[in-house]
């Protein structure tokens, strides 16, 4: 699963917690992987976080965390800013759906070509439909004389239409994500942070 951690549009004592919990998961969990970031203004920051988490390797609880994180600290960049509530977002996705393209998945058809080609059109089955069957994608070639040669180029031309589709799905899942950025709620936190330790002082059943 993916988690995106967010400061929303907060301020740089926000982009400070994103980063503060980051360690925290990172500690917990090793297996965990740091997909992408978009960095904040001071070294150690951040804008937001992408993470992959697999839950059968996760220890503790980080890795289920969801909603509002309430971080109560004094600014480190701003000593005499009344300020001491500084939200951040956190919301888990299940990752985008990707197909891997094996001929085993693959359910091939064998069928008469059509149009000019030789004596071999409409008399001989030489061309081939291939079924993508966990997608349904589907696409014909006919264009060789062999059906040995219309099969192979009909499986490229399937590989790349199952990459394609998994780069749609990487863009429209990632699109998603990015819009969720701006959505941080801030109050009813589920868990409070304090001090520059990032100590964790209360988890809220909200």
């Known amino acids: 699963m993916w988690m995106q951690i967010s400061s929303g549009k907060g301020p740089d004592e926000c982009e400070l917690a994103v980063g503060l919990f980051l360690k925290t998961i990172l ?27 697999d839950p059968q390797e996760s220890r503790g609880d980080t890795g289920y965390t969801k909603g ?45 070509s059509s149009g000019p080609g030789g004596q071999n059109v409409n008399k ?36 790349n239409l199952i990459e394609a589709k998994n780069e749609d799905n990487d863009s429209s899942h990632k699109e998603s994500m990015w819009k969720q950025h701006n959505l941080l709620t801030r109050g009813n936190p589920m868990r409070v942070y304090e001090g520059k330790e ?7 059943d909200n």
């Open 27 to 53: 500690k917990e969990n090793q297996t965990t992987r740091v997909i992408d970031t978009v960095p904040g203004h001071y070294n150690g920051t951040f804008k937001s976080v992408l993470l992959s988490i």
């Open 68 to 112: 509002t994180i309430l971080w109560i600290c004094p600014s480190p960049y701003r000593p005499n800013h009344r300020r001491k509530n500084w939200f951040i977002n956190i919301e888990v996705y299940q990752s985008a759906e990707r197909f891997n393209f094996t001929e085993k998945d693959v359910k091939i058809v064998a069928m008469r």
């Open 124 to 159: 001989v089955e030489t061309a081939v439909r291939a079924v993508h069957v966990p997608t349904g994608l589907t696409v014909t070639a006919g264009e060789e004389r062999s059906q040995y040669m219309n099969k192979k180029l009909a499986l490229a031309r399937l590989a």
């Open 198 to 204: 990032f100590k964790l002082t209360q988890i809220l």
